[in-house]
Structure formats: C-alpha cells, structure tokens
C-alpha cells in the first residue's frame, strides 16, 4: 500500500520556516511564518497565559474527557469575544477544534454533510493552506478578486463583481480581518456591502478569524464579523487563539455555527459534536481552559488585553517606521501601503526573483508571494529591511 504515496508538495511557509532554521547566518531575518516576535525575536508567554497555566495547574482536579465538542463554557466565552451581542445565544452553535485550521477544516467538513454540491469561494490571494483543504476534500473551489497590486489595496470592485456569480447556498470565505497574505482589509461599510450582497444571493459566509486584536483592536477586528452575523440568516465562524493569547502548540480554536433559528440549535451542536468525533474524538482542552479562566477572570482579562494591545501597537509602529524608512530610501511614497495594512502581514509586491535575492544576499526571509510578517522586525532590522528592498529594485 505505502509505496502507492507520492511525495506530496511541501507548504511553502512550513518550507520556508525550515530553511530558515538551517540558515548558518548570525544576522539572518525572519518575516516568514506568521509567528508573533518581541523586539529581541522571542515568541514569549503572554503573562495571563503564565497566571492562567499556574492557577490551573494548582486547582485542576481531573483530567478526564471533556464534552466532544469541548466545555460549554469555552464556547461560551469565545462566542462573547468574538460575536460580543451582535446575534441571540441560543443561535449559535460552537465546538473546540484543535486550532483555527482544525475550525476551517470542521467547518468545511459540515458544508460538504449539509450540501455536498456547494461551492467554496476563496478570495485571490488567500492563506495557501485554505485552496489546499478544500481541494483535498474534494469539494468545488472558485476565486473572487480581492487585493489591487497596483495600490496594495482591496480590489473592490473586482471583489463584489466577481461574487455576483455567486449561486444561492455557495460559500464565500471572507478573513474577519488581518487579511492573510495581503494585510489590505475591507472598511466597515463594505462589510456592509459584502453581507447585501450575500443576504441577495442567499449564500452562506464561512469567516476565518485569526488574528482578532492583532489589527484595530479586539471590537474593531470583529467588527466586520459581528456585521454580518447580525445581518445574515446562516453564518460559519472559524476562530483561532493562536496568535493573540500566542499559544500557537494548544492547537485551540473554535468553530461557530450560526442557526436561522434558536430552534435548530440542537440539531446543529449536535452535528459539530458528531464531527468532531469522527475525526478526532474530544478536542485538545488545555489551551481552551487557559482562554476560558482568562475571559472569564476579569484580572486575568484585564492584563491579556493589556498585552496583547502592546503587541499590537509595537507592529503598528514597525509599520510607520518601515514605511517612513522606504519613502526616505526610496524618495518615493509607494510603500506608504505598510503603514495603512493591518495585522501581521503586508504583500509588498516583490518578484519571486527579488524575495529570493533577499534571501540570498541579505538573510531576509519572506514569502515567495512577498508576504512579510511585520512581527518578525524589531527597530534595529527595519533600516536593514528597507535597504535590501530598495537594493533588490522592488
Ligand atoms: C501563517 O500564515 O504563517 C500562519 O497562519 C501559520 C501557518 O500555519 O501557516
């Protein structure tokens, strides 16, 4: 059987974190996996996450199995983080899921149970590993437009006259913010307009939320998503803690469905339950608990938020200053984009041939897409990073 197995294609961003481990260089640069770094290139603890861990760890008295879709109260907590009061309770339906991928990945493993035929529109660029998933279950794919090369923007336009041939019950991926490769994210008002659009098609969003407080803030990141939960009838939800409680290797996330109806909850949390089971029985909880004590311990709470607003923040000024750095480099304003994206990544429009010669001649390490993790910087590496761009001739 084994030796039917074709080598399958390496992720590229997994690829690049391994080449970038085996780089011998001592002033090598990393800008490639979305991983969250302090000034001095530590992915630390977040400081609720120790408290949290400590108190756990003194007061836990058990470790036996959880509910298959997690504990109630997990769900609870995430949907108030995420949803705040933006639609009723007893509509949303909620499972843990071993991280956001696992979120995506359930999520889609429920569209294909309730409509097998439907289509999953992703936008063009997107997260490589979401065409991936969708193409291993075999279901149908098609692309909307969604980021403007020539301004680094979102292509609007293009984005709502490619969803006009959207068919009733297709699925439209949408990023809740923090738009993954490109950092370009929708305003508040074509929120609005995107959730028109798809309430008149009758199609279904399925929002992949991964970086909520990495953009605006914690409400200003769900905005959009909050927006179209209250406006649309049937709403998925995948949500990850990965990046803004940093807990990358607890596989925690979340995966929100939202009823028409509180009558059809119990069909539906059922149904994420059943998933769950047939692909991993109970998801991972430690990571899940930690969140859970942390929004619900209004210290605990309190000092998360005051962090993850520092890490938030520190990117907002690493995105000034490599902007201001390039205007002066370049004597141009065309990297003035850098300081409007938000989250961790910005597509800067490099060739492949330009992120490679980074990579050879300067040890800086990006996507082969020119996506940057802005994190991966500190105030020292900025100046550095905006000569090799100038230099490269992006
Ligand atoms: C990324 O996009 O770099 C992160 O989401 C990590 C991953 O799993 O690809």
């Given at each position: ?15 690049l974190?391994?080449a970038f481990?085996?780089d011998?260089r001592?002033?090598k640069i990393d800008l490639g ?319 492949p041939e330009q992120v490679e010669a980074m990579r050879r001649d300067n040890g800086i390490y990006m996507v082969g ?19 090799a761009?100038?230099?490269a001739?992006?």
């Open positions: 059987m084994l030796e039917t197995l074709k080598p399958q294609p390496a992720d590229k961003i997994l690829a974190m391994q481990r085996e011998p001592a002033d996996v979305g991983v969250y770094k302090d000034a001095e290139g530590r992915t630390p603890v977040m400081r609720a996450v120790k408290a949290a861990e400590k108190k756990l760890w003194e007061e836990e008295q058990t470790k036996s199995y959880t509910g298959l879709a997690g504990d109630p109260a997990y769900g609870e907590a995430m949907r108030g983080l995420i949803l705040g009061d933006a639609v009723a309770a007893d509509r949303v339906s909620a499972a843990a899921t071993p991280g956001g991928t696992g979120a995506i990945r359930q999520g889609l493993e429920l569209i294909r149970l309730a409509a097998p035929g439907a289509k999953v529109w992703l936008s063009a660029p997107t997260w490589p590993n979401h065409p991936s998933i969708v193409r291993y279950l075999g279901m149908e794919m098609a692309e909307y437009r969604y980021f403007d090369e020539a301004s680094r923007g979102v292509d609007f336009l293009g984005m709502i006259g490619d969803l006009q041939a959207i068919a009733e019950g297709d699925v439209v991926l949408l990023h809740g913010c923090c738009h993954n490769p490109t950092g370009a994210n929708l305003t508040l008002e074509q929120w609005g307009q995107v959730a028109d659009l798809l309430a008149a098609k009758k199609a279904i969003p399925f929002i992949d939320i991964a970086y909520q407080g990495f953009g605006d803030g914690l409400d200003a990141d769900a905005a959009g998503t909050r927006l179209i939960a209250a406006r649309l009838p049937e709403v998925l939800i995948a949500a990850s803690c990965s990046k803004n409680f940093g807990i990358y290797r607890e596989r925690t996330g979340i995966l929100m469905a939202i009823a028409p109806e509180a009558g059809m909850k119990p069909v539906t949390q059922g149904t994420l339950a059943f998933l769950n089971r047939q692909n991993y029985s109970f998801p991972p909880d430690h990571g899940a608990r930690l969140v859970t004590m942390i929004l619900n311990d209004p210290g605990l709470r309190a000092d998360w938020m005051a962090e993850l607003e520092e890490v938030r923040t520190g990117m907002l000024a690493l995105r000034k200053q490599l902007a201001d750095e390039l205007r002066q480099r370049s004597n141009s304003d065309r990297f003035d984009f850098i300081a409007h994206h938000r989250g961790m990544f910005s597509r800067i429009g490099a060739s897409d020119s996506r940057m993790n802005i994190a991966g910087l500190n105030a020292k590496t900025v100046p550095i990073l905006a000569q761009i100038v230099d001739g992006v």
